[in-house]
């Protein structure tokens, strides 16, 4: 069993930055592939970012490549989602997820699921 935890989210003006955070509880959490999502109002909950168990690969959606960061602190059960050159868009609420297999950019691979962070982003 994973708990996981994201902090970090807020009010951003366009062009700013955010640092999300992920605490995981449980014994596993260095043998999971981690992964960040986001959910807009209306919309379905669209992959953002994962990180593989070492932290040696990362995989991004293209709408962030290039402007977001994924890591991870096994030592500190923890994975992070540095975000830069944040725009209007970006706007959603941003859940972190263990998954112990499958295709990493679908939702339903992940296992567990935090209770998400909201990142507003003003223009």
């Known amino acids: 069993q994973v708990q996981l935890v994201e902090s970090g989210g807020g009010l951003v003006q366009a062009g700013g930055s955010l640092r999300l955070s992920c605490a995981a509880s449980?014994?596993?959490?260095?043998?999971?592939?981690m992964g960040w999502f986001r959910q807009a109002p209306g919309k379905a909950r669209e992959f953002v970012a994962a990180?593989?168990?070492?932290?040696?690969?990362?995989v991004y959606a293209d709408s962030v490549k290039g402007r977001f960061t994924m890591s991870r602190d096994n030592g500190k059960n923890t994975v992070y989602l540095e975000m830069n050159s944040l725009k209007p868009e970006d706007t959603a609420v941003y859940y972190c997820?263990?998954?112990?297999?499958?295709?990493?950019?679908?939702?339903?691979?992940?296992?567990?699921w935090g209770q998400g962070t909201q990142v507003t982003v003003s223009s």
């Open positions: 449980g014994r596993s959490f260095s043998s999971y592939t």
């Open positions: 997820a263990a998954e112990a297999g499958g295709a990493i950019r679908l939702a339903t691979a992940y296992d567990y």
């Open positions: 990180i593989s168990w070492s932290g040696g690969n990362t």
